[in-house]
């Protein structure tokens, strides 16, 4: 069965500063990997995605990602820091062919320091 | 371009009443729509997928029960509300298997 690890439930880090999120997948195919974003009390918004080609995808907002198969890792970075970045991130599974519905992590909430 | 609605914003139901929770999705045809729950903590839980008018998959037993009377509408229903059934409810819709969801903005239900 598929499934997705977020390690750190809370991550605070200091304005201005880089961001890296963990992100760790078990699947026995080729995957299809997601991350996104959730400000309170809003739905989740899709920050990138991945299927194939360069291992590193740029998405909305400054966040990149890099997916590497040794590692079963697909980490979400961002080089600087702003306050409006505070909020709750997903990072999701599904298969890259065939029908199946996408499994998500339990979410990394990052705090903002000034 | 596609939009994804979700109604009511906020709710508040008494224990033992009933629910029913709306999603419509413009701008596409036949999406496939999924409800989910969110509890603070546990991140989403699938709750039901639909594939096609009238086309149900449930992921998790429960008090809830879906609904897809058109081809760009989703409704989460129950007879009869319990405790258990508090939470923030997102609905989703994606072009086709495996592509990203779109959610909406979700319903925060609260049951006394």
């Known amino acids: 069965a598929q499934s997705v690890t977020q390690p750190d439930i809370h991550i605070t880090v200091s304005e201005g500063a880089s961001l890296e999120l963990r992100c760790n997948y078990s699947?026995?195919?080729?995957?299809?990997l997601f991350w996104y974003v959730q400000s309170p009390g809003q739905g989740l918004q899709l920050l990138l995605k991945?299927?194939?080609?360069?291992?590193l995808v740029q998405g909305i907002k400054g966040f990149e990602a890099e997916f590497k198969r040794s590692q079963s890792s697909f980490n979400l970075r961002k080089p600087s820091v702003h306050w409006s970045d505070a909020a709750e991130y997903f990072c999701a599974v599904g298969p890259l062919s065939g029908y199946s519905t996408l499994t998500f992590g339990k979410g990394t909430m990052l705090l903002v320091s000034p | 371009s596609q939009t994804i609605h979700q109604w009511p914003a906020t709710l508040v139901q008494p224990v033992g009443s009933p629910l029913s929770l709306e999603c419509t999705v413009e701008g596409t045809s036949n999406p496939n729509l999924y409800w989910y729950r969110q509890a603070a903590g546990r991140g989403l839980q699938l709750l039901f997928y639909?594939?096609?008018?009238?086309?149900i998959s449930s992921e998790v037993p429960q008090n809830l029960s879906a609904s897809r009377p058109q081809d760009r509408q989703f409704i989460l229903s129950s007879k009869k509300l319990l405790l258990s059934d508090s939470g923030f409810y997102l609905c989703?819709?994606?072009?086709?298997?495996?592509?990203?969801?779109?959610f909406g903005d979700g319903t925060r239900l609260s049951i006394l």
């Open positions: 639909s594939v096609g008018i009238g086309q």
């Open positions: 699947y026995g195919a080729t995957p299809y």
């Open positions: 989703a819709w994606s072009a086709r298997d495996n592509q990203p969801q779109h």
């Open positions: 991945y299927f194939s080609g360069d291992t």
